[in-house]
């Protein structure tokens, strides 16, 4: 990890998300504003977390202290605003600018809705989250992105800690802060989160296209179903510029993967999902058959 992480900051030069703003006071961990109680759960190098509660239920909140972060909140405010309503994506419903009185640059709030699959995923303990289990999210992942898609919207950051899961084992696909408009011809890949679920092209920093939600939704349920994590190798070998066809996957890894589906043409599609050059790739539609064909066959009811 330590060459992947040298390697992106040679290449990349990866600038800091904050300004010199967010070395304001932290807010008050629990406080009213706009008919919300916000309860403060945690925060990262760039985001505050908050459950807010109203009138209307259990809201997620998503805040910033950093004015640079407010513009990436926003934009994924419109993004969602874009992209609608639909039955596997969270849906924002309201951004606030004016929030200076609670700390903040910029504050999101959105239906809460469930548990980020990193959260939920365990993996020594396969019957916290089963094949079937998995199988059925990235179907509803991969409906989501159609959507997306269609949209003229690419989302860029698919992988366990962008996907929610409730009680019921609905799926929402959350964060749509890096999502990018994908016909807009100056639109580019913005390398942050997480390298590990990027292809090649986006790694690379190419314009962004639907086929980067592919790689990422099939790293995640690689990732998932192997309980490994996505190739490092292969990152330090498309940074280093290497063009040589990388060794997408070791033997052991492919096996892996076609053992964990008993239905082959899942665990295909999935490994299609990986190829180096993005018209080789497979599509979502193939995801969502052949997943529904395997849920047929093998899902418990
Ligand atoms: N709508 C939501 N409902 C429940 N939990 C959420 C929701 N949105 C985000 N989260 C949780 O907060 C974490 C960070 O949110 P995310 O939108 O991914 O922000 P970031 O841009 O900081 O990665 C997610 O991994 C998830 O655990
Ligand atoms: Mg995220």
Known sequence: MGTITKLLDEKFN????????????????KFEHGGYTFTEINGGDVHIYFEAESEAGKKFAKGTRSMHSSVRLESEHEMLSSIGEHDHISWSTEYLSDVQCI???????????GVSLDKVFDAKDPLVLSNDDIVSTVIQTAK???????KGIVHMDVKPDNITLNDDGDAKLIDFGIAKRYRDKNAKSLLCGTPMYMGPQQLRGDRPTPANDVWGLGATAIHLLTRELPYAENLSHTLQGSDAPFPLYSAPTY???AMCMKFRPFGNALLKSQEKYEPNRCSLAEIIETGEQYR???AKK
């Open 103 to 113: 700390g903040l640059s910029g504050l999101l709030i959105m239906s809460h809705t």
């Open 14 to 29: 990866l600038p800091s998300h904050d300004d010199p703003q967010s070395s304001c006071p932290a807010p008050k961990r």
């Open 296 to 298: 047929a066959t093998y």
């Open 144 to 150: 989501a992105l159609q959507h997306t898609h269609k």
């Open 255 to 257: 096996n892996k993967v």
